[in-house]
C-alpha cells in the first residue's frame, strides 16, 4: 500500500493495483495466517495536492476472518526535490464480529532516494517511525531499505524492524519482488510477490 504521494498533478487520476504474495508483512510482522495472499487497490490523486485511496488483502477467497482493508486520504506536496505530505489511514480487520478497526494519523518528508514517515495511533496513542531508502540499479530494478520504531504508548516498550527489498519490473507493468524483513521479536521472514499497476 502506498499512502503518500509525492506527485501534486493539476487533474485527476485514478490508477489501480492488484497481485499476490507468499505473505502479508506489516512491520516486520505476519498478518496473514494462509501461506498465499491476494491483494488489490485503488488510488485517486486529484488537484492541489489531494489523494485518497484503498487497499484489501485476503488470506484466502473462502475466509475472509483472515482479510484486511484499509482506506487512506491526505494531501502532498512537492518542492524541488522535498516533498511533504500528511494523512490518515483507517483499517479493519476481519469479516464477522468482532471486526477490529484503528486509525492511524501520519506526516511523511522525502528527499531524493530517502524517506521519513511518523504515524500516530488514534487510540491507543502508539507511534511508529521509519526511514526508507530506493536505489535504482541493473535497468529499471531497484533496492528498498528500511528500519522503523514501534513505540507503545502505554508500556513504554520499543520494538524496532528492518526490511530489504529487490524489485524488478518485468512486461504489462508486473513487478517482481522479493523482500526480507527482521523484526526484533518475531524473527526473520522472506516475502515473494508479483503485482500489476494498471490507469484508467
Not at 1 to 15: E, H, L, Q, Y
Request: with cysteine; glycine share 12%; charged share 20%.
Amino acid at each position: 500500500m502506498c499512502a503518500f504521494a509525492i506527485a501534486t498533478p493539476a487533474w485527476a487520476d485514478f490508477t489501480g493495483n492488484m497481485g499476490t504474495a507468499t505473505k502479508y508483512m506489516h512491520r516486520g510482522v505476519k498478518q496473514s495466517d494462509a501461506d498465499i495472499v491476494f491483494h488489490g487497490g485503488l488510488d485517486y490523486s486529484g488537484p492541489m495536492g489531494l489523494y485518497a485511496g484503498a487497499w484489501a488483502y485476503t488470506g484466502s477467497i473462502e475466509d475472509l476472518d483472515t482479510s484486511e482493508v484499509n482506506a487512506y486520504a491526505g494531501a502532498a506536496y512537492s518542492f524541488s526535490t522535498v516533498s511533504v505530505g500528511f494523512g490518515v489511514i483507517h483499517y479493519e480487520r476481519g469479516s464477522d464480529s468482532p471486526v477490529t478497526s484503528n486509525a492511524e494519523y501520519n506526516i511523511n518528508v522525502s528527499w531524493d532516494a530517502y524517506r521519513l514517515s511518523s504515524y500516530q495511533e488514534d487510540e491507543s496513542k502508539d507511534q511508529y517511525h521509519e526511514v526508507g531508502a530506493n536505489y535504482a540499479f541493473w535497468g529499471d530494478s531497484g533496492l528498498a531499505m528500511t528500519a522503523g520504531l514501534l513505540q507503545e504508548d502505554v508500556s513504554g516498550d520499543e520494538t524496532w524492524n528492518y526490511s530489504l527489498g529487490f524489485v524488478k519490473p518485468m512486461p504489462s507493468n508486473v513487478d517482481f519482488e522479493v523482500i526480507f524483513s527482521r523484526q526484533e521479536v518475531k524473527g526473520n521472514s522472506l516475502t515473494i510477490g508479483v503485482s500489476r499497476q494498471f490507469g484508467f
